[in-house]
């Protein structure tokens, strides 16, 4: 669709604008399952090519953004499952931020490590949910949808994230 | 209630916002210490998630658009054939073929200068003036300080020409949102300084979001266009810039160094804290509306 020029109510029918509007979401919730920044850009990059592949099955009138997440996240389980060449480990610490200067958020970036690697200990289903509610703002009925847990186990999922990364940073500050 | 059942609560609570909770569990917060302070916690812990710096996978981002573009695979959303327009019958078919095969051949025989006048009709149909203030601002921001001026003065006459010769179309919603692009255009081709300029851009996404929560039906996919496609080539980069400008040193003496902006250190920090908040509140507008058109999803 181009933007210039078109003037209805039209619905964007280039792929393009789905992946600038939601490709950085679907790259920090891999980031935060994966941990690595290479893993993440293939899995970003298989997440949205499954999309392309899918994309008629998508529903009209639901969200666009928790079907990218899903799928994301059926992607990241999926390599997982078979054991490729993915590395699970801690979060990198050294990444450069693309937002925050470090010179400017010192005492943020250092609380952000520890918080980092209080989440790196959570379960990866338990990760995955705190990321979505927290970050992505998801009720708990799509967050379990995308997870693939009922609601109930969801919001057990957000109740051990948050007790355990309360008392793991309690211990840190200590 | 007591304490134990009530964190219980709040520890699997959808929301740490007071207002989203039972009047019971509220009142038992305002009044107890330690319960206040495990929601203090709590919202202090998501905060820290939120805000941790996460590469975006950019560079991924391009890769992935250049190899689409290369394939040059279908992207529109598919449509698939119809029953109401499968042929009834074979010979039908055949029939509406050799009608169309016919009508093909007399139009192309036909004398005259050929299809020119249909593509002129095409040609110089009149371009959506926002639509095209709103690319020209992206330009301005996107092209380097000292490109600006230029580009300014190849493209302002001319927009403005636009704008006038549209003005009697235009709503006044419209037509005020069209002044405000271009009094920011103008003004983005004075500034070197992105703490100015992110004033400004985020002037204009504050109207451009004001407009999607304004929008009827009708207009809300090609507004919500309009911001997604600002935040992603105008805010974000801004920010980006923004995050990366160090404050000034300051010397003995009282000499800034490396800064040319006027500004002391807590000035600078003050600034540049206000605006990272501010475009992080559009950031977080922007991420919770998702493509909520009619076609991708609705309003949560």
Redesign the interface.
């Known amino acids: ?1 181009s ?23 679907v ?2 919730l891999l ?2 399952l994966t941990g690595d ?1 290479h893993d ?2 293939d899995l ?2 298989e997440t ?1 090519l499954r999309a ?1 592949k899918r ?2 099955t998508f529903k ?7 079907w990218l997440l899903r799928i994301g996240t059926n992607a990241f389980f999926d390599v997982k499952r078979k054991q490729q060449t993915l590395k699970i480990g801690p979060l990198t610490e050294d ?11 010192l005492d ?2 250092e ?2 490590k520890l ?2 690697r209080a ?1 790196q200990d959570l379960t990866e289903l338990t990760r995955l949910v ?2 979505l ?5 998801l ?2 009925k799509e967050v379990a949808e995308i997870a693939g847990v009922t609601e109930v186990a969801a ?2 999922h ?2 051990q994230a ?2 355990k ?2 008392k793991r ?1 309690g211990e840190s500050s200590a | 209630m007591n304490c134990q059942s009530i964190q ?1 609560w709040l ?2 609570a ?1 929301s740490l916002r007071p207002k989203a909770w039972p009047a019971a569990i509220g009142k038992h917060v305002d009044g107890c210490a330690a319960c206040a302070k ?1 929601v203090r ?2 919202r202090e ?2 905060d ?14 391009s ?3 250049q190899k ?2 290369k394939l040059d ?1 279908p ?4 449509m ?1 054939m119809r029953p109401y327009l499968k042929p009834a019958t074979p010979w039908l078919a055949a029939a509406a073929m050799s009608l169309f095969a016919i009508t093909l051949f007399a139009w192309l025989s036909r004398p005259g200068p050929g299809p020119g006048p249909d593509i002129k009709v095409a040609a110089t ?1 009149t ?2 003036v926002v ?2 203030l ?2 020209w601002n992206l330009e301005m921001t996107n092209a380097k300080p000292g490109d600006r001026k230029k580009l300014l003065a190849d493209t302002e006459d001319e927009l403005r020409k636009e704008v006038k010769k549209a003005e009697p179309k235009l709503t006044p919603e419209d037509r005020l949102f069209a002044e405000k692009l271009i009094e920011t255009g103008v003004s983005l081709a004075e500034l070197d300084n992105p703490l100015e300029e992110s004033e400004r851009v985020k002037n204009v996404a504050e109207t451009l979001a004001e407009r999607v929560e304004k929008s009827d ?6 507004r919500q ?2 911001f ?2 600002f935040m ?1 080539r105008c805010v974000h980069p801004l ?2 810039r923004i ?5 000034p040193e300051v010397k003995k003496g009282g000499k800034k160094v490396g800064f040319p902006f006027k500004m002391n250190p807590k000035q600078f ?1 003050e600034r ?1 804290n206000d605006l990272r908040k501010s475009l992080d509140a559009l950031r ?1 507008k ?3 509306k ?2 909520n ?6 309003r ?1």
């Open positions: 669709m933007f210039a020029g078109a003037n209805s109510a039209e619905p964007p029918d280039s792929f393009g604008e789905v992946v600038e509007a939601h490709w950085t979401a790259y920090r980031y935060s920044p993440t850009d970003t990059q949205f392309l994309f008629e009209k009138g639901t969200n666009l953004r928790a990444v450069k931020s693309e937002e925050k200067s470090a010179e400017t958020l943020l970036a609380q952000g918080v980092r989440v705190f990321h509610r927290v970050t992505e703002e009720s708990f919001r057990q957000m109740h948050r007790a990364l309360l940073l | 219980t520890l699997q959808e495990l916690d709590l812990l998501e820290q998630w939120r805000e941790q710096s996460l590469p975006s996978g950019a560079e991924a981002k890769r992935f658009l689409q573009a695979v992207t529109s959303i598919p698939r149909q371009p959506d639509d095209r709103l690319e039906a009708k207009e809300s996919t090609h266009l309009h997604y496609k992603q920010e980006e995050s990366k400008m160090k404050p920090q540049q977080k922007s991420w919770g998702g493509f058109s009619p076609h991708f999803g609705k949560r």
